[in-house]
């Protein structure tokens, strides 16, 4: 089994960050959602689905991910739970169809604390650093889009690693 590594499990939480916030730009959570769990895709797709309807979008703009700490790790009978603080920091705001901000400001950046629990199954599935499709057993990177470029497979990273399964910004 592979040892914990605090440093690149603080990277692989930054990099989560960044994707979720441009994918809440982009209104297309695809890109990200092998690293969530359903209830927080749900949440999010449905807060994309309302501003769409009224034809507004939320941009996160230059977004930082200043600090990262691990405040908690432990385990259950079935499953490891990491919670962690990202102190970040980017632009927020809702734009209209037209291009208008409608809310926010989208002049200066602020600063807002996150904390994120990631959960991972006690006896998940070993795997190589190099992943392979579960549909075509092409390699495969879940850190870009989790999805296999040939066949359009989805690698379910619930089976093999972290994933996110709270989110709360202050």
């Known amino acids: 089994m592979n040892e914990f590594n605090d440093a690149m499990f603080k990277t692989k939480v930054d990099n989560i960050f960044v994707k979720i916030l441009t994918a809440i730009t ?8 092998h690293f969530i769990s359903t209830n927080i895709k749900d949440k999010l797709q449905s807060s994309i689905d309302n501003l769409k309807l009224s034809g507004d979008r939320e941009i996160y703009d230059e977004i930082n991910a200043k600090e990262t700490n691990i405040l908690n790790r432990s385990f259950t009978d079935d499953k490891e739970i990491i919670e962690v603080e990202i102190i970040s920091r980017y632009m927020n705001y809702i734009i209209n169809k037209e291009g208008e901000t409608i809310s926010g400001d989208d002049t200066r ?5 996150n904390i994120l629990v ?8 070993e795997t190589k650093i190099v992943r392979k499709c579960p549909g075509c057993g092409a390699s495969i990177s879940v850190n870009t889009s989790g999805k296999c470029e040939y066949c359009d497979t989805i690698y379910n990273l619930e089976d093999y690693d972290y994933v996110l399964t709270s989110i709360k910004t202050y």
């Open 109 to 113: 950046r602020i600063e807002k604390k």
């Open 26 to 33: 982009n209104q297309d959570l695809s890109e990200v959602e």
């Open 118 to 125: 990631f959960e991972k199954k006690k006896d998940v599935k």
